[in-house]
């Protein structure tokens, strides 16, 4: 009797060299004549790890090497294209922490940080009641140094 060869949809993968693949099918209902979705779960042996959640894959079935465990992966026939926004925004943080850690600030940056700078001082020139010189000193001081560029980004 020739094996059973079938295609599905990879929605676990969890598990080491093991995947949980769903093969979908539309069974018509016997007494109302509804075409109903059902599906079927298949374990399948994947020895180099090569699917994974949402990819296509193509199976057959094989000795059983657990209890569950029937069906062997012959290849993947489409990657999932979804992104992982998660992983993607992790990866992009870590870019551009990089980024800020190794580069100089561009010149558009420097102007901006000048332009606030001025802009600020204008504004306050004399001391509030209650400070005194000192504080306004240690103020200027810290305003006249270049701000953080993760600072200067989230202010665009």
Do not use: F
């Not at 949980?20 to 007494?31: D, G, M, N, W, Y």
């Not at 940056?109 to 005194?132: I, L, R, Y």
């Amino acid at each position: 009797m020739p094996k059973k060869v079938a295609v599905g949809v990879v929605t676990s993968d969890k598990m080491q060299k093991t995947r949980r693949v769903e093969i979908p099918r539309l069974v018509k209902h016997s007494v109302y004549g509804k075409y109903i979705r059902q599906r079927t779960i298949c374990h399948v042996h994947d020895q180099d790890e090569a699917s994974s959640i949402g990819d296509t894959v193509e199976i057959i079935e094989a000795q059983s090497r657990s209890k569950m465990k029937r069906w062997n992966l012959v290849r993947v026939v489409n990657k999932n294209s979804e992104v992982d926004l998660a992983a993607l925004r992790t990866s992009q943080e870590m870019v551009d922490a990089d980024e800020q850690g190794v580069r100089e600030p561009t010149v558009d940056e420097t102007t901006e940080t000048t332009a606030t700078v001025t802009a600020t001082d204008s504004e306050d020139e004399a001391p509030q009641p209650g400070e005194s010189a000192e504080t306004e000193e240690a103020a200027d001081v810290n305003e006249t140094e270049e701000n953080d560029p993760a600072e200067t980004e989230a202010e665009e």
